[in-house]
């Protein structure tokens, strides 16, 4: 069973940056899509960024000149760089991989999430 864990979270000022990242266990296989999805108090989860094992991504338009996402160095990664947060960027930001071991054909939500890490952005 995949297990993801995302880590970086935490309180910043508008403005500021935060690196999330997530690292997945429990299976020997590549996973070749990972993504992140954010979440506030009664507001469905939406997309934030996407990424596939050869480097191609997708992001919410209204994110992509502020976020970047990238695979870690160490297999089965990814991370989330947020630059010039905003206070509307404040949710509870979750991991999304696809199954380890398949082909990732396009960068919808993948099968396994995180327990989600807490971003506040303070004005």
């Known amino acids: 069973q995949v297990q993801l864990v995302e880590s970086g979270g935490g309180l910043v000022q508008a403005g500021g940056s935060l690196r999330l990242s997530c690292v997945a266990s429990?299976?020997?296989?590549?996973?070749?899509?990972m993504g992140w999805y954010r979440q506030t108090p009664g507001k469905q989860r939406e997309f934030v960024a996407a990424i596939t094992s050869g480097g191609r991504t997708k992001y919410e338009d209204s994110l992509k000149d502020r976020f970047t996402i990238s695979m870690g160095n160490a297999k089965n990664t990814v991370q989330l760089q947020m630059n010039s947060l905003k206070p509307e960027d404040t949710a509870v930001y979750y991991c999304?991989?696809?199954?380890?071991?398949?082909?990732?054909?396009?960068?919808?939500?993948?099968?396994?999430w995180g327990q989600g890490t807490p971003v506040t952005v303070s004005s």
């Open positions: 429990g299976t020997i296989y590549t996973i070749n899509g």
């Open positions: 999304n991989a696809a199954e380890p071991g398949t082909i990732v054909p396009d960068l919808k939500e993948f099968a396994y």
